[in-house]
């Protein structure tokens, strides 16, 4: 073998995945952009955070204090009492929404019913609009002049009911999705042997159906629970005078300037969210594979009562989400609310073009465009040379640590570590302080382990004796990622990339502290407009951001339909 040829110390009945090759030049540029990456996560996920840290044990002026910070804020009772809040209603958010979302999955997945589809695209309407949307909807039913606040008796929609039932409505399809894909695999000859035993229904959907999808149901309310918790829109807009963790940072930093306090209320908020997040990666490890070579996909019968009971709850609960999605939209023509219903323009006309709000809705846009595109594909690229190049191992453990970090820090922590990092001047990122690109890296960092486990999964379907191959004979590792991994991987990347657009459209918590005046986003301006009284333009404000995000899907879906015929035709 020449001095110039790869040397395999593998034996000859290894596979060529399997092959130990000479580290070449391109492994140690590949080496050097992994590097780059996990020196980027570090940056801008690790080092905010770490900031955090070390505010809350900081006073004002800069001085260490230790645990002053905590010990006042424990013995403020206004400000404890938030903790308290914050646990309460995510834990009923949840109780509520995790039966609701289970039920709606089991009827999808397991009953005859009609329609399916369109109840599950109606089901997943709430992703595309803002959580303050669903705040704002159930003011124009149930506030102080709202059409039904009759039925509200002597109680108030603004406080924890206005708070429980608008998180119900946003965390709903997050959970549908996790319990659809936990009830969808499932092994028929589980039913069968059932029913040759003689089982009845109840006793099967208690020893099968429940073991079956109780880690789906485990993940689905670790993250209602996480999402309750964390939100800001729907506390600051429909919450009234009830204290949660969200709304007591904004209060804190915004209101008071008080950062060493605002960097507590911060790591107490990031506590629950990380034992949550440990809980849920644990269920992970446990869980084991449902399906088998030899499994049969499970088929429902028909039944007319149950599929009609099935039918009846889910149009039922899907009415009620376009019934609160309509409310914003018709609130958002009509004039002057409740004393004109006039349909006019004015709240899209006055209320954001001429007085200039119109443009927090372009730089959402141009924001959402940008972490489509540029997040898309960083995220894409750092999962690409995390699992196909090779060398330096030891580092490797360190990268997947921070990409999925993010999941469990809550936006509204992520910001305000940013907040802390970047504003010093000594720091040589500070010049994007204030800019757009401060707001795409933070919401892409935000988004980043859904993104980043979505191409380990594209990544992992492609066999490495691709790269092995490419590695014996030579081929710079790019070369192979261009022509082989990326064609491949283009259904992946898409998906990625309207996640990350649509999610940049409806964040509030991860920027409401990062905007400037030149940078205002939508979602923050429905803040502002909802906190000036200025409720129709809030309301034009949110139709708008669900009409992109809705438009984007349908470019979205056709963009995919053409890269299949153009790229996939071997998949068939």
Known sequence: MSAQAPTLNAQPSAGLGQTHLKVHWTDRVGNGLLIVVGLALAIFLLAPLFMILVKSVEDKAGAFVGFANFNTYFHTPSLAQSIWNSVWVSTLVTAITIPLAFTFAYALTRSCMRFKPLLRNIALVP???????????????????????????????????????????????????????????????????????????LRK??????????YGIISAWMVVFTYALSDFGIPKVIGGNFNMLATDIFKLVIGQQDFPKGAVVAIILLVPVAVTYVVDSYVQKRQQALLSARSVPYVPKPSPAYDWAMTAFCWTLAL??????????????????????????DHYRLGLIDAGVIVSWWNSVKMALWCATLGAVFIFCAAYLLEKTRGIDAFRPFVRLMAV????????????????????????????YGSMAIIVICTTVHYYTSS??????????????????????????????????LPVCLPALLDISRYLFVNAMTTVSAVVFLYSPKTTLASVAIVNLDEAGDIGPAAAMATLVVLTSAAMCVVYYFLQVWLDRRTQAWRS
């Open 127 to 201: 992703i595309l609009a803002p959580s303050l949307l669903a705040a704002i909807s159930f003011i124009f039913w149930f506030g102080n002049q709202g059409l039904l606040k009759s039925w509200m008796g002597g109680s108030q929609i603004y406080g924890a009911s206005g708070i429980v039932a608008s998180m119900v409505f946003a965390t709903f399809p997050h959970a549908l999705m996790i319990l659809v894909t936990a009830l969808s695999l499932t092994d028929a000859r589980l039913y069968e042997a059932a029913d040759a035993l003689g089982t009845s229904t």
């Open 205 to 214: 959907f208690w020893t099968i159906t429940l073991p079956g999808a109780k």
């Open 320 to 345: 009620l989400m376009l019934a609160i999605l309509g409310m914003a939209v018709y609130g958002s023509f009509v004039k002057l609310w409740p004393y004109n219903f006039s349909l006019v323009l």
């Open 405 to 432: 970090l993010p999941m469990g820090v809550p936006g509204m922590v992520l910001g305000l570590g940013y907040i802390f990092f970047f504003v010093q001047a000594g720091n040589p990122l500070h010049f994007i």
């Open 452 to 485: 980043h486990l979505t191409a380990l999964t594209a990544l992992k379907q492609i066999d490495n004796e691709f790269e092995a191959v490419s590695a014996s004979l030579r081929v710079p590792f790019w070369r192979t990622f261009f022509k082989v991994t």
